[in-house]
């Protein structure tokens, strides 16, 4: 499904957000952007979070899982994430991004632990 447009959210301030969560659990690259819609504005995190560590693009996945099938004739699991913070009316991304990266991490560490053990 996609997020953005079921919510009906204007989006700005695009950006790429990089974590290096614990040693367990593969560095993730996400989508970081300002949504808002009719009501409420919101910093978003997005990505496809993998065994390996996360990125935003669909087509990462794809490939990865390609090579596993080929090479251990097994699938790649993912789960896509859409991590969302409310904020105040437009206001400043960047004032949002120590928690956004924060949570980030610890979503991708609870994966790899439970999800992708």
Do not use: C
């Not at 859409?82 to 400043?92: F, K, Q, T």
Request: no cysteine; glycine share 6%; proline share 9%.
């Amino acid at each position: 499904m996609d997020v953005s447009g079921a919510q009906h959210w204007r989006i700005e301030s695009r950006r790429r957000l990089k974590v290096a969560p614990s040693p367990g659990a593969g560095p993730v690259n996400a989508r970081f952007f300002r949504a808002w819609g009719d009501r409420q504005s919101v910093a978003v995190v997005q990505w496809y979070a993998l065994p390996s560590g996360g990125h935003p693009s669909p087509g990462h996945w794809f490939w990865a899982n390609q090579w596993s099938q080929l090479t251990r004739r097994a699938l790649t699991p993912w789960v896509a994430v859409s991590l969302v913070l409310p904020m105040e009316p437009l206001g400043a991304i960047a004032d949002y991004q120590p928690l956004a990266a924060e949570l980030t991490a610890l979503i991708q560490q609870q994966l790899t632990a439970t999800v992708f053990p």
